[in-house]
């Protein structure tokens, strides 16, 4: 082919052209299609052809070039096409081309404005294969850009141009976009058949138990037995539609009965035993329970060998954190198993395992969450120096800048003596006090100057023990920050203790959880009756125990529906990707040393 190109150009010419453009399409213009000939041949055929032609000849190429995958050629030839010189129809082949681009470099914003160019509203009048092309990169770039709605709109629409495995992979796509979406979002505004997509994840989301879920399912199929989701149930659900016809109905408790962690086990056996009991005034059929000792244990090996021969179905366990890492490392487990802490960030485990914990930084994602949402952008930090501070810090700041706040600086708490002069750095007191001194060297007179904090700080995030928060508190007034708001972390309260000494922490905003938070609780009355330190500290693993047994029968139901939640004792529950439940928690703030919950905000 290459031999003919200059002794034979025009009738090369032709051959190529017939190749790459579809038939003329009156006012339109020619559409470029995908070429039997090499990405070098069509531009040295563009070099040798009048603008018309070259132009489709080249748009040919750099569409050639995206299908292998040479992201940097294809836009290099896209750049020499002038837009302003095509015909309607290349030109929405060429904004579609660059939304490609545009996505395959992450960059979605720049997709949604390609495919904003005026020619886009004629694309109903090209192919159906154009139509798709356009409205699917279109699609994907509005999920990208968190336009989750849109995008599942957009498929919506496309859905009966598509077939085969298309047809079902976008199928697919519109489940996992309204499933993702919050319950405020999913309320149907038209008998479009998005509408009862919205409908179905609004069931879905809303039913208390998979029994109840199944049913609203089965039910939402019987009227409207024509709609495309009750034809082909989406996957997640046909899958939990089979976890439904295999109810749990026994569970392992794998927690350690001696040594250091055993007051840890005892409380959290205990919650998870209580909220078992709980559910069983309800007249459900309940799992049931058997534990076993894993400070007693040889082998993980050996403890689901003797799991499946007592018919466990589901473990509830290990707490101890190497036991969760030796889980984390392995490919598979033979039982699924929901581990109550968690192994090192960034370790993708098995798909048989869970993970749950009262981790310091969901409090810390919590707290970014609350002051973003209370109209805050501008923060600094204060942690405790060592490992712990380290994980905390990073989790608020990433969450922070992910908002879209700015985190200015932060200080990590280790000895009360230096505390002062930390605040004072967080703040730029000493240059404000250095100002000062400049100012009476050159006036030659003394200059009255009280030191004045630097501005720009919006709020304080503080992880504190209560008696580093105590000290951090007095000093921030001391340093003229005391007007600055605080968001901490529930670290920082001891509950059942003498409420007297939080009289200095008058104004600081936690988390905590709801078991905490809510003296009204029947489960935490019941509970406190029989165990009063519930009503402590220890009240939060007790929460937790029995988070555990609510979690238990719901992890699938949590992995298939994206964004769904579990209203728990220790916050409201949800699954991220990694498979580790993540908590939302309440609010509160000290007030005359009095804890006062305080209402939800809009995130």
Same mark, same amino acid.
């Given at each position: 082919?290459?031999?003919?190109?200059?002794?034979?150009?025009?009738?090369?010419?032709?051959?190529?052209?017939?190749?790459?453009?579809?038939?003329?399409?009156?006012?339109?213009?020619?559409?470029?299609?995908?070429?039997?000939?090499?990405?070098?041949?069509?531009?040295? *055929?563009?070099?040798?052809?009048?603008?018309?032609?070259? @132009?489709? =000849?080249?748009?040919?190429? !750099?569409? #050639? /070039?995206? +299908? %292998?995958?040479?992201?940097?050629?294809?836009?290099?030839?896209?750049?020499?096409?002038?837009?302003?010189?095509?015909?309607?129809?290349?030109?929405?082949?060429?904004?579609?081309?660059?939304?490609?681009?545009?996505?395959?470099?992450?960059?979605?914003?720049?997709?949604?404005?390609?495919?904003?160019?005026?020619?886009?509203?004629?694309?109903?009048?090209?192919?159906?294969?154009?139509?798709?092309?356009?409205?699917?990169?279109?699609?994907?770039?509005?999920?990208?850009?968190?336009?989750?709605?849109?995008?599942?709109?957009?498929?919506?629409?496309?859905?009966?141009?598509?077939?085969?495995?298309?047809?079902?992979?976008?199928?697919?796509?519109?489940?996992?976009?309204?499933?993702?979406?919050?319950?405020?979002?999913?309320?149907?505004?038209? *008998?479009?058949?998005?509408?009862?997509?919205?409908?179905? @994840?609004? =069931?879905?989301?809303?039913? !208390?138990? #998979? /029994?109840? +879920? %199944?049913?609203?399912?089965?039910?939402?199929?019987?009227?409207?037995?024509?709609?495309?989701?009750?034809?082909?149930?989406?996957?997640?659900?046909?899958?939990?539609?089979?976890?439904?016809?295999?109810?749990?109905?026994?569970?392992?408790?794998?927690?350690?009965?001696?040594?250091?962690?055993?007051?840890?086990?005892?409380?959290?056996?205990?919650?998870?035993?209580?909220?078992?009991?709980?559910?069983?005034?309800?007249?459900?059929?309940?799992?049931?329970?058997?534990?076993?000792?894993?400070?007693?244990?040889?082998?993980?090996?050996?403890?689901?060998?003797?799991?499946?021969?007592?018919?466990?179905?589901?473990?509830?366990?290990?707490?101890?954190?190497?036991?969760?890492?030796?889980?984390?490392?392995?490919?598979?487990?033979?039982?699924?198993?929901?581990?109550?802490?968690?192994?090192?960030?960034?370790?993708?485990?098995?798909?048989?395992?869970?993970?749950?914990?009262?981790?310091?930084?969901?409090?810390?994602?919590?707290?970014?969450?609350?002051?973003?949402?209370?109209?805050?952008?501008?923060?600094?930090?204060?942690?405790?120096?060592?490992?712990?501070?380290?994980?905390?810090?990073?989790?608020?700041?990433?969450?922070?800048?992910?908002?879209?706040?700015?985190?200015?600086?932060?200080?990590?708490?280790?000895?009360?003596?230096?505390?002062?002069?930390?605040?004072?750095?967080?703040?730029?007191?000493?240059?404000?006090?250095?100002?000062?001194?400049?100012?009476?060297?050159?006036?030659?007179?003394?200059?009255?100057?009280?030191?004045?904090?630097?501005?720009?700080?919006?709020?304080?995030?503080?992880?504190?023990?209560?008696?580093?928060?105590?000290?951090?508190?007095?000093?921030?007034?001391?340093?003229?920050?005391?007007?600055?708001?605080?968001?901490?972390?529930?670290?920082?309260?001891?509950?059942?203790?003498?409420?007297?000494?939080?009289?200095?922490?008058?104004?600081?905003?936690?988390?905590?959880?709801?078991?905490?938070?809510?003296?009204?609780?029947?489960?935490?009355?019941?509970?406190?009756?029989?165990?009063?330190?519930?009503?402590?500290?220890?009240?939060?693993?007790?929460?937790?125990?029995?988070?555990?047994?609510?979690?238990?029968?719901?992890?699938?139901?949590?992995?298939?529906?994206?964004?769904?939640?579990?209203?728990?004792?220790?916050?409201?529950?949800?699954?991220?990707?990694?498979?580790?439940?993540?908590?939302?928690?309440?609010?509160?703030?000290?007030?005359?040393?009095?804890?006062?919950?305080?209402?939800?905000?809009?995130?």
């Amino acid at each position: 082919m290459i031999a003919c190109l200059r002794p034979l150009s025009a009738l090369c010419l032709a051959g190529l052209l017939a190749a790459c453009a579809s038939s003329p399409s009156s006012s339109l213009g020619e559409m470029p299609r995908t070429p039997q000939a090499s990405i070098e041949q069509l531009l040295q *055929q563009a070099s040798e052809s009048e603008p018309e032609q070259a @132009a489709l =000849l080249r748009l040919s190429a !750099a569409d #050639l /070039a995206l +299908q %292998q995958q040479d992201i940097g050629r294809s836009a290099r030839i896209l750049e020499q096409v002038p837009m302003e010189g095509l015909k309607p129809a290349q030109q929405i082949f060429a904004s579609t081309l660059a939304a490609e681009l545009a996505m395959a470099r992450n960059q979605p914003k720049s997709a949604l404005k390609a495919l904003s160019h005026p020619s886009l509203e004629r694309l109903a009048e090209l192919p159906p294969e154009q139509q798709t092309r356009t409205q699917l990169v279109r699609a994907r770039a509005l999920e990208a850009d968190g336009q989750t709605l849109p995008a599942a709109r957009e498929r919506v629409f496309i859905a009966p141009l598509l077939s085969g495995e298309a047809a079902t992979s976008n199928h697919e796509a519109i489940w996992a976009l309204v499933s993702s979406l919050p319950i405020d979002q999913l309320q149907a505004r038209d *008998q479009t058949d998005l509408a009862g997509w919205l409908e179905l @994840a609004r =069931l879905t989301k809303t039913s !208390a138990t #998979l /029994a109840e +879920q %199944q049913a609203a399912i089965d039910k939402w199929r019987e009227q409207n037995p024509d709609h495309p989701a009750a034809k082909q149930l989406p996957q997640p659900l046909g899958k939990l539609k089979e976890i439904a016809g295999q109810p749990l109905t026994k569970i392992a408790l794998l927690l350690p009965q001696e040594g250091q962690l055993a007051s840890v086990g005892r409380a959290l056996r205990d919650g998870f035993i209580a909220a078992h009991y709980q559910a069983q005034q309800g007249n459900q059929p309940q799992p049931s329970i058997k534990l076993y000792d894993s400070s007693k244990m040889t082998s993980l090996d050996e403890f689901y060998r003797q799991a499946q021969a007592d018919g466990i179905q589901l473990v509830v366990g290990p707490l101890e954190k190497p036991l969760v890492k030796q889980l984390n490392a392995r490919e598979q487990l033979p039982i699924t198993t929901l581990a109550l802490n968690y192994s090192d960030a960034g370790q993708e485990g098995p798909a048989q395992l869970f993970q749950f914990g009262l981790a310091a930084e969901d409090e810390a994602r919590e707290a970014a969450r609350r002051a973003w949402a209370d109209g805050m952008r501008s923060a600094v930090a204060l942690v405790p120096r060592g490992e712990w501070g380290d994980r905390v810090l990073k989790a608020f700041q990433q969450s922070w800048q992910a908002e879209g706040g700015r985190l200015i600086a932060a200080e990590h708490v280790d000895q009360p003596v230096a505390l002062a002069q930390q605040i004072a750095d967080l703040f730029q007191l000493r240059q404000s006090e250095a100002r000062a001194k400049r100012l009476q060297s050159t006036l030659g007179t003394p200059v009255a100057a009280h030191p004045t904090r630097r501005q720009d700080v919006d709020f304080i995030f503080l992880a504190a023990t209560p008696q580093q928060a105590q000290q951090i508190k007095p000093t921030l007034a001391f340093q003229y920050a005391g007007d600055v708001p605080v968001y901490a972390t529930s670290h920082l309260y001891a509950a059942g203790s003498d409420q007297s000494q939080y009289l200095d922490l008058n104004g600081i905003r936690f988390c905590e959880t709801p078991w905490l938070l809510n003296d009204n609780d029947p489960l935490r009355q019941q509970v406190g009756t029989q165990w009063p330190q519930a009503a402590g500290s220890l009240g939060r693993l007790y929460a937790m125990g029995a988070d555990a047994y609510r979690l238990a029968p719901r992890l699938t139901q949590l992995k298939a529906l994206p964004e769904s939640t579990i209203d728990g004792l220790s916050g409201t529950l949800s699954l991220n990707p990694a498979q580790r439940i993540e908590r939302q928690l309440p609010w509160a703030e000290f007030r005359d040393g009095q804890v006062q919950r305080l209402e939800d905000s809009d995130s």
